[in-house]
């Protein structure tokens, strides 16, 4: 992000420029306005602004005069003169000036944001150009590293010199001072017999592989400390970020690399370099106090119960999903609880989609086992699209990809509750119950049960019941068998959980329910 100026006497034409141009999205993160020249001198020499919107003619000093002196204090500024004179010697001596654009007033709001966007372009390819340029010199082992290192120490070490420190990080190396950081140090394991050539040799080992892995990936600051332990400050400012999956990656590859197992111990994030101390101090306590502890990896207590609760979450989160098939409902809202936790806990875009693929590798194997169905959406598409996803994509593509199998296995669902009811009707007089009726349609029972709710509104032991009762009424209305046969015939050995089960559904018990009918029939054949 750049800084900008905007000089004019005129109050309404400088505030109607800054007020006009959602600054933000052009990379400019801080604007000052200046109503004269020499305002507009004094906001350089104090807060070195990168660009400046100048008017040529105002009183006291001319733009002319004012980009002349500001160049003095500030030679690499990029200048744009806004003017209300269509004057080719105001042009002319712009261009001696090395005035970078001239606008005639009024000034379209859109051609400004242009050239302002022009102007951040440029300025980042040569931030970029030094960035680089001081990371390959760092990197290669130069005298620009130990500079560096020696003003991480002073951060961490000595509060007398941190200001000089922090300003040399920032105009010299181009770091956000106001960046997340989180430190962590490293401590090679060592041997009992251990020479100091070689334990010297290991450390400056460690040391480039993590300048290789860390350093040169813009992803932190690998320095050594007063006590001659390897510290690495990284960053957390970034998008998608986590500095814990990064430390991972690290000690798993300075084991292979050098067949040990380094101590990691990580302190808390802070805001900003200013408080790279306090990150720092916290690494150092859990070094001195846990170095029996046979963990390769150690953070405070804090944000390992925080990462703890995020995958107790993610794993309760997945069981409801898996066994829930069937309930569309409850499955999507399941996972889009995940989507927030996700956002909530910041998890990495890489963790994002690690999580996203479990839960629908989960669910499609748990739909495969339920239903039954082996031509269901294949996982190999949906893995494709998540390797290049954003956090946001991942948790919407899979998302979709859920909707589509449970929306695929609904309409499967009707063909399977109109076979489900076709065996209730040929083996009404059987013993029936989900877990026989699912193993026939070679589903599982709790698939079968959701599914049949969901489609008919009804249990299906609850449909079960009443088309025995139906047959029941049915029976005891035009036949003169007794009560106990029919039991039978409609299913039922016990024939009081069948006289239970007729009254519950009518009201009445099957005798009472003949002869209330006869009576009523009797009735009925005397009044005609």
């Known amino acids: 992000m750049y800084k900008i100026l905007i000089v004019d006497d005129e109050r309404m034409i400088r505030m109607g420029m800054k007020n006009a141009i959602c600054w933000e999205k052009l990379g400019i993160s801080n604007v000052f306005t200046a109503s004269s020249g020499t305002h507009a001198l004094n906001i350089i020499q104090a807060y070195t602004p990168e660009i ?52 005639l007033k009024p000034i379209d709001e859109d051609d400004l944001s242009d050239a302002v966007r022009q102007q951040v372009t440029y300025l980042d390819e ?39 420190a922090l300003t040399q990080i920032n105009k010299k190396y181009h770091f956000d001072l106001n960046i997340s950081l989180r430190l962590a140090l490293i401590v090679p394991e060592l041997s009992i017999d251990s020479h100091p050539i070689s334990s010297n040799l290991q450390s400056l080992s460690v040391k480039n592989i993590c300048i290789g892995m860390i350093d040169s990936e813009e992803a932190g600051i690998t320095f050594v400390d007063k006590d001659g332990t390897i510290a690495i400050a990284f960053f957390e400012g970034k998008e998608d970020k986590v500095v ?30 200013v408080k790279l101390h306090i990150s720092y101090n916290d690494a150092k306590y859990l070094l001195n106090n846990e170095r029996k502890d046979i963990r390769n990896i150690i953070q405070s ?16 989160l997945k069981d409801i999903m898996i066994t829930s098939i069937g309930s569309t409902e409850r499955v999507l809202k399941s996972f889009d609880t995940f ?113 049949f709710k969901r489609v008919t509104k009804e249990g299906c032991n609850e ?34 959980y069948f006289s239970l089960a007729f009254k519950k559904q009518t009201g009445k018990s099957p005798t009472k329910y003949r002869e209330t009918l006869h009576e009523y029939n009797q009735s009925y054949c005397r009044s005609q």
Do not use: W
């Open 463 to 496: 449909y079960i019941t009443r088309k025995r009762i139906e047959k029941a009424k049915y029976l005891l209305e035009n036949t003169n068998l007794k009560t106990g046969k029919i039991a039978m015939m409609v299913g039922y050995h016990d024939i009081n």
């Open 339 to 451: 989507t927030k936790a996700a956002k909530s806990y910041n998890l990495s875009k890489s963790m994002t989609r690690r999580c996203c693929f479990e839960l629908a590798s989960s669910t499609y194997y748990s739909y495969l086992e339920n239903s039954g169905d082996g031509e269901s959406l294949k996982l190999d598409s949906l893995l494709k699209s998540l390797t290049t996803s954003s956090k946001e994509d991942a948790s919407e593509i899979t998302r979709q990809y859920i909707s589509q199998l449970l929306i695929k296995g609904e309409e499967n669902g009707h063909e399977l509750i109109t076979s489900a009811k076709h065996y209730i009707s040929e083996h009404l007089t059987e013993d029936l119950s989900v877990s026989n009726i699912a193993e026939y349609l070679y589903v599982s029972p709790s698939y079968l049960s959701r599914i």
């Open 52 to 103: 400046m919107i100048t008017d040529i003619n105002m009183t006291e000093m001319t733009g002319l005069e004012l980009i002349e002196r500001a160049k003095e204090l500030a030679p690499q500024i990029r200048v744009l003169v806004v003017t209300g004179y269509n004057d080719f010697e105001y042009a002319r001596k712009s261009l001696r000036l090395n005035v970078q654009d001239f606008f």
């Open 301 to 316: 207590l804090g944000v390992e119960s925080r990462n703890k609760l995020f995958f107790d979450v993610f794993a309760e």
């Open 244 to 273: 814990l999956e990064e430390i991972q990656q690290l000690s798993d590859i300075l084991r292979d690399e050098l067949d040990s197992k380094p101590k990691i111990v990580v302190g808390s994030t802070v805001q900003g370099f």
């Open 126 to 164: 040569i931030r970029s150009r030094e960035k680089n340029k001081i990371l390959i010199e760092r990197t290669q082992g130069s005298t620009q590293q130990n500079k560096l290192e020696e003003m991480m120490r002073t951060l961490i070490h000595n509060d007398n010199f941190k200001e000089a």
